[in-house]
């Protein structure tokens, strides 16, 4: 009974050993080297650029107050995010007339090309920091010792530098103009309803932009380091 047991029992802790060992073998003091130290840094950034542009979501609005009585008072509210395709995003413009209720809008500009490259460069370079890190504590020999390895990583890691600079430039300017899209101003500005004398038009709240903002203020000098 016993041997028969054994060898299920050694098979179940073969799994567990080969963890124990893999994580035995990490040399976790290569972290407070530059090498490693530079490569969570860049782990981390990656984690908050993607994380913090790619889970955006906002909305913005207006009330639009008709001179007939007959009329009550309508909120606007547009719910909007990433990939801030806005010209998609539709929202109900009321009329003031007896005829007809609404009239079904559209807010104004597709943003999606400079807020998808920054969020895929970001998972990109997230994965490369991960396989990185586990080169740098598991395999440092093999780093140290075939001069490939050093020279490849040096090579991709300006090629992040490079395309980092690109990309936070070209999501600043796209988060620039989402936040002009988007300001309550600039959509009673598009209603035709609040160009005549027949309602009264007032801004909504101004979207909170602060968790895309993070995104760009992300230190990019980090990845070239």
């Not at 060898?7 to 972290?31: E, I, M, N, Y």
């Not at 209720?101 to 999606?112: A, E, I, N, R, Y």
């Not at 005549?196 to 909170?208: D, H, I, L, N």
Request: with cysteine; aromatic share 12%.
């Amino acid at each position: 009974m016993s041997s028969a047991e054994s060898p299920s029992r050694t098979a179940d802790k073969s799994p567990r050993q080969q963890v124990d060992r893999l994580l035995v073998g990490l040399r976790w003091r290569r972290l407070e080297e530059p090498l490693g130290f530079i490569k969570v840094l860049q782990w981390l950034f990656a984690i908050f650029a993607f994380g913090s542009c790619g889970s955006y979501s906002g909305e913005t609005g207006a009330t639009v107050r008709c001179n007939n009585e007959a009329k009550d008072v309508s909120s606007i509210i547009v719910l909007f995010g990433y990939p801030f395709r806005l010209h998609r995003v539709q929202y109900e413009m009321p009329l003031c007339d007896d005829e007809s209720t609404s009239k079904t809008m559209h807010l104004m500009g597709d943003f999606s090309a400079p807020a998808e490259f920054f969020v895929t460069l970001g998972i990109f370079s997230f994965f490369y920091t991960m396989a990185a890190l586990v080169l740098y504590l598991r395999f440092h020999n093999l780093y140290t010792e075939n001069k490939r390895f050093p020279l490849v990583d040096f090579c991709v890691t300006v090629s992040f530098t490079f395309f980092w600079l690109v990309a936070a430039a070209a999501w600043g300017k796209g988060l620039t103009d989402v936040k002009g899209a988007t300001r309550p101003s600039s959509l009673t500005a598009a209603m035709s309803v609040c160009h005549g004398e027949e309602a009264v038009c007032s801004a909504g709240a101004t979207p909170s932009m602060g968790l895309a903002n993070i995104s760009v203020v992300r230190p990019v000098a980090t990845d070239g380091a």
